[in-house]
């Protein structure tokens, strides 16, 4: 069945991200984020971009592991509440231990946020994610992988709490204090 976009129901305006759960729970299929109260549908993703959240995830994984760090890695589930009408699924992020409850379907404390850049969503990430994800003062980290230029650009948060000027990893490792883990640009985009 061939359908336009005319041809679908509209998406729900003006909720709460209390009022955006229960709605989300009880759709077929999609995933949705939740922006100024307007429900926004996730796009399909590139190849790349899915292979890079592979990767992402088993190098943050490990480096948890070797780090003993008492926390965790999760991608492209729960949602992080940003106030009262905005909630973000991030492609993957770290959080600190307890994990939340079996059937949460939010994350209350990452500590690093990662967004993969794709042609649909770059402007909101590099924006309104940027500055969503900062006003919580629990995230310390912000990556935004770009999978065409190959880099990473990491966005810390300062000690007077603001944001520190991005740096840019096209090699080598960041370092990730807090948590204290270390992670290998070639851990990401080592060629197959």
């Not at 359908?3 to 949705?32: C, I, M, N, R």
Request: glycine share 6%.
């Amino acid at each position: 069945m061939n359908l336009h976009v005319s041809q679908l129901a509209p998406l729900p305006e003006g909720l709460t991200v209390d009022e955006f759960l229960a709605w989300a729970t009880h759709q077929p299929k999609g995933k949705y984020e939740l922006f100024d109260g307007k429900v926004v549908m996730q796009q399909a993703e590139r190849w790349v971009h899915a292979k890079l959240k592979t990767r992402l995830t088993i190098a943050l994984d490990r480096a948890i592991d070797v780090a003993g760090a008492a926390c965790f890695v999760v991608s492209d589930g729960p949602l992080v509440r940003i106030d009262q009408h905005r909630a973000f699924q991030s492609d993957l992020l770290v959080a600190n231990f307890p994990e939340p409850d079996r059937n949460s379907l939010e994350i209350a404390n990452p500590l690093v946020v990662v967004e993969i850049l794709s042609p649909s969503t770059a402007k909101r990430d590099l924006t309104d994610k940027l500055a969503g994800y900062f006003s919580l003062p629990v995230v310390q980290h912000y990556l935004v992988v770009d999978p065409d230029e190959e880099t990473i650009l990491r966005y810390r948060r300062a000690g007077d709490g603001g944001i520190e000027s991005p740096k840019t990893i096209s090699t080598g490792s960041l370092q990730l204090y807090p948590p204290g883990i270390e992670l290998a640009h070639a851990s990401v985009f080592a060629k197959a």
